[in-house]
């Protein structure tokens, strides 16, 4: 089992800047990769990034060029800096982990954390 963790979100005007963090734990050493996905009100979740136990990184083309995801090993804990903030960027942050075990895959999600970008 693992069990993810965000925080971070919050109110920001356009053009501003967060930095979300996903915290996980449990049994975290057959993690392959790791995620954001967001929900806007009244939509489905979306990939945001992914960044994979290798290093490997891509970006939703909404973001490319204004989101950064990276990962701290030691603290087992990924980060999505957003930077260049716009009001499509509103939704529920969720954190996403895919779990491998032989030929077995999980995955797991966080509770989210709101990201509201208004003036």
């Known amino acids: 089992q693992v069990r993810l963790v965000e925080s971070g979100g919050g109110l920001v005007q356009p053009g501003g800047s967060l930095r979300l963090s996903c915290a996980a734990s449990?049994?975290?050493?057959?993690?392959?990769?790791m995620a954001w996905y967001r929900q806007a009100l009244g939509k489905q979740r979306e990939f945001v990034a992914f960044?994979?136990?290798?290093?490997?990184?891509n970006y939703a083309d909404s973001v490319k060029g204004r989101f950064t995801i990276s990962g701290d090993n030691a603290k087992n804990t990924v980060y999505l800096q957003m930077n260049g903030l716009k009001p499509e960027d509103t939704a529920v942050y969720y954190c996403?982990?895919?779990?491998?075990?032989?030929?077995?895959?999980?995955?797991?999600w966080g509770q989210g954390t709101q990201v509201t970008v208004s003036s």
């Open positions: 449990g049994s975290i050493g057959n993690i392959y990769a």
């Open positions: 996403n982990a895919a779990d491998r075990r032989g030929s077995t895959w999980s995955n797991y």
């Open positions: 960044i994979t136990s290798g290093g490997s990184i």
